[in-house]
């Protein structure tokens, strides 16, 4: 369980780094910034809190060994729509530039 927390909270950020982030992340991250300024450090976190539940969402689809054998499969097109449903919010992880799809 640990390996696969480690992995999809590695994936969230990669797709925040290329500014991909679940469709809730933004209204979740504004009601978390106080009022003022973020310092980049407090802003890390930040961001962190309002990725998290698709972390946690993403880590029980790649910690199942159902799951986990759909997606490694010649056809992961059904572990590619659960994570579309459950954890981006609409868009589908696909093309080389798309971390879960190394």
């Known amino acids: 369980m640990r390996k696969a927390f480690s ?3 590695t994936l969230s950020w990669r797709w925040h780094d290329q500014g991909r982030q679940p469709s809730s992340f933004t209204a979740r991250y504004h009601a978390l910034v106080p009022a003022g300024e973020l310092s980049w450090a407090r802003r890390r976190v930040t961001v962190a809190a309002a990725l998290y539940p698709a972390v946690v969402d993403l880590t029980a689809a790649i910690a199942s060994p159902v799951w986990a ?8 097109g059904e572990f590619l729509d659960r994570i579309r449903r459950q954890v981006t919010g609409g868009w589908m992880p696909q093309g080389s530039g798309d971390p879960l799809r190394h």
């Open 7 to 9: 992995t999809a909270d």
């Open 69 to 76: 054998a759909i997606a490694h499969s010649s056809r992961p």
